[in-house]
C-alpha cells in the first residue's frame, strides 16, 4: 500500500469549523435547498426558454408542496414569486411569463389540498390564507369561492369571504355567476359579499332571487336591496317583498321603503290595508302597514283611518280595540292638524281603552312638536 506523501493535515482550528460546516449542512431541510436554488436560477437566469422551465419547475414544487401538507414551504415560494413579479431586474417578457405561471397555481386540486389543510391542522393561520388568496387576486376567485364550500372552519370561511369581498370589490360582476348556484347557502353567499361590495349594478341579477325557494337567500336579498336602498331600482324591487310568505320580510320591506321616504309605495301599502287578507296577518303586521300609511300618506289617508276609528263594531270588542289601535297607529304617524282633530274629536266619543290609546297618541303627537319646535 502506497502511503501519500502530500497529504495536507487541518488544524485544530480548521477541523471545528469543518464538524460545524456539516452539522449545519445536514441540519439544513432539504426543501430549502431546492428553493434556495430555484430562487438563485430564476433571478440570475437571462435566456427565456431556461427561465421558463424553472417557473414551471417552481410552480410543480409548490403543487407538490401543497399536496404534502408543507404549506409553510409552499407559502414561501409563492412570496418569491410574488417579489420576482414585481421585480424591476428581469424584463417584461420574464415578468409576463412569471404571471401566466402564476395563474396556473390558483387550480382547483390546489385549493381542495388548501380546504384540506386549513381544516385538519392549525399550520395555516388566518394571516397565510388571507395573503395566499390576495396573492392569486382575481384569478383566484372561482377557486377561491369554491372553497368555502370545502372549509368548515367558520372563522377561515369568514376570512375567505371578507378576502374575496376586498379581492373583487369595483369588479362585482365577477361574482354574478355564483347567484344562480344550485346550493342555496353557495347562492347567498354571492348576495352577501356583493352587499358588503356595496355596488347597485348587481341589483338586478340579485333581484332575480327575490322568489328563491330558501328563505334564508331572499332574506339576504333584502339585506343587499335595503343597503342601496337610495337607489330607485332598489326601492322598485323592494315592494315585491309586500308580498313574500314570510311575514318578517314583509314588514321589513315596508318599514325600510317608509324609511327612506319613497312614496311610489303609499298605493300598493293603501292597496295591502284595504284587502281582506291583511285581516288573516298579525297584529305588528297590521300595525306596521298602517304605521307606513300615516307616514307616507299625510292629510290623504286620514278619511280612511277616521272611518275605521269611529266604526262600531257590535258585540266585537277585540275586534273594535284592534282596529282603534290600528287607525290611531295611523294618525299618530301622520301627526298634521287634520289628524290631531280627527284623534280629538274621536276621543270625546270613545270609552275605556280606545280612549285611552287616543290619549296617548295625542300626548305623543305633542311631544314630538315640542322637541321639533325646541
Known sequence: MVIPQNIATLSGREQEWLRNAIEIEEKRDPVEKVMGILSSILFAEKDFAVFGRFVDITVNTIGNLMHSGEINYAIRLIRFLSRLSASDNISPYHLDRVKKAMEGIASGEIINDLGRIVDTTEKVTANDLREFLFFFGKTAIKPAYELIEVVQ?????????????????????????????????????????????????????????????????????????????????????????????????????????????????????????????????????????????????????????????????????????????????????????????????????????????????????????????K
Not at 355567476?177 to 347562492?187: G, I, K, Q
Open 153 to 373: 372552519k367558520k372563522e377561515m370561511r369568514k376570512v375567505i369571504l371578507d378576502s374575496l369581498i376586498e379581492i373583487g370589490r369595483g369588479t362585482p360582476e365577477v361574482f354574478f355567476p355564483f347567484l344562480t348556484d344550485s346550493r342555496w347557502h353557495m347562492a347567498r353567499n354571492a348576495v352577501y359579499i356583493l352587499r358588503m361590495i356595496g355596488s347597485p349594478s348587481a341589483v338586478e341579477p340579485v333581484s332575480r332571487l327575490m322568489f328563491h325557494g330558501e328563505p334564508k337567500v331572499r332574506k339576504e336579498v333584502f339585506f343587499y336591496l335595503d343597503s342601496i336602498i337610495h337607489d330607485t331600482k332598489a326601492k322598485g324591487y323592494m315592494i315585491k317583498f309586500f308580498q313574500d310568505k314570510e311575514s318578517a320580510l314583509r314588514i321589513n320591506a315596508i318599514n325600510a321603503l317608509v324609511g327612506s321616504g319613497f312614496q311610489e309605495a303609499l298605493k300598493p301599502i293603501m292597496e295591502i290595508a284595504a284587502s281582506k287578507d291583511l285581516e288573516n296577518r298579525g297584529i305588528s303586521e297590521r300595525k306596521a302597514v298602517f304605521e307606513a300609511l300615516g307616514k307616507l300618506g299625510s292629510d290623504q289617508v286620514v278619511p280612511m283611518l277616521k272611518d275605521m276609528l269611529m266604526k262600531r263594531y257590535w258585540f266585537k270588542t277585540e275586534t273594535a280595540k284592534e282596529q282603534a289601535l290600528l287607525a290611531v297607529s295611523g294618525l299618530r304617524r301622520v301627526g298634521t292638524d287634520l289628524a290631531v282633530k280627527t284623534l280629538e274629536e274621536a276621543g270625546a266619543r270613545k270609552r275605556g281603552e280606545v280612549k285611552a290609546i287616543i290619549t296617548q297618541a295625542l300626548k305623543g303627537i305633542s311631544a314630538e312638536r315640542a322637541r321639533v319646535s
